[in-house]
């Protein structure tokens, strides 16, 4: 199984500041199409999760574009410009190249 | 607006089986497969497979073939998962999620608590 290994496990911000969460996988998410197969999730507390980005850089519906997503073969990144109180949770990465499918463990992100 | 509703958490007792329903609504059923995802504290998300709503053709994670059985009624636009043979840790929050891009829309989850 492929695994995705998340840093740091949790993360404090100020308002207004970036918050960036790494997640690299073990394998190459790079598909011989190229794309690349990895996606960011957010649980907000109570919540279910949510779609944030997919194929690596893609912005999901509806998500703000203070959300960006970057990365290469096995190293990727999630970056929250200007993070507000609502972006509190905790956010998975996950590789959708093969099966089975598979989550980091997540970071959480809280507020100063 | 796109709303995947999940039935009632499920007490069970250890060796029984729970069938739990997943029914869309707001976007045309057979556009998207359903995929279903375990969430444990200790295992965080473990994703148990997906169904092609369209076809019923299924794609599971090895680990739980036998434990989980993905169908599907177009007619309702529902998405079912049994789960057999339960043990304690099947005790878990089960979500479906529609998938095309990614899994883009979560249901609320299901809580299914395994005990004697």
């Known amino acids: 199984d492929i695994v995705m290994t998340q840093a740091p496990l949790s993360v404090s911000v100020t308002p207004g500041e970036s918050a960036s969460i790494s997640c690299r996988s073990s394998?190459?998410?790079?598909?011989?199409?190229?794309?690349?197969?990895v996606y960011w999730y957010l649980q907000k507390p109570g919540k279910s999760p949510q779609l944030l980005i997919y194929r690596m850089s893609n912005l999901a519906s509806g998500v703000p574009d203070r959300f960006s997503g970057s990365g290469s073969e096995t190293d990727f990144t999630l970056k929250i410009s200007r993070v507000e109180a609502e972006d509190v949770g905790i956010y998975y990465c996950?590789?959708?190249?093969?099966?089975?499918?598979?989550f980091g463990s997540g970071t959480k992100l809280e507020i100063k | 607006q796109v709303q995947l509703q999940q039935s009632g958490a499920e007490l069970a007792k250890p060796g029984s089986s729970v069938k739990i329903s997943c029914k869309a609504s707001?976007?045309?059923?057979?556009?998207?497969?359903i995929s279903w995802i375990k969430q444990t504290t200790g295992q965080g998300l473990e994703y148990i497979g997906y169904i092609n709503t369209g076809s019923g053709g299924t794609n599971y994670n090895e680990k739980f073939k036998g434990k989980a059985t993905l169908t599907v009624d177009k007619s309702s636009s529902t998405a079912f998962m049994q789960l057999s043979s339960l043990t304690p840790d099947d005790s878990a929050v089960y979500y479906c999620?529609?998938?095309?891009?990614?899994?883009?829309?979560w249901g609320q989850g299901v809580m299914v608590t395994v005990s004697s």
């Open positions: 707001g976007y045309t059923f057979t556009s998207y497969y």
């Open positions: 394998k190459s998410l790079l598909h011989s199409n190229g794309i690349t197969y």
């Open positions: 996950g590789q959708l190249l093969e099966n089975p499918f598979t």
């Open positions: 999620a529609n998938t095309r891009e990614g899994f883009d829309y």
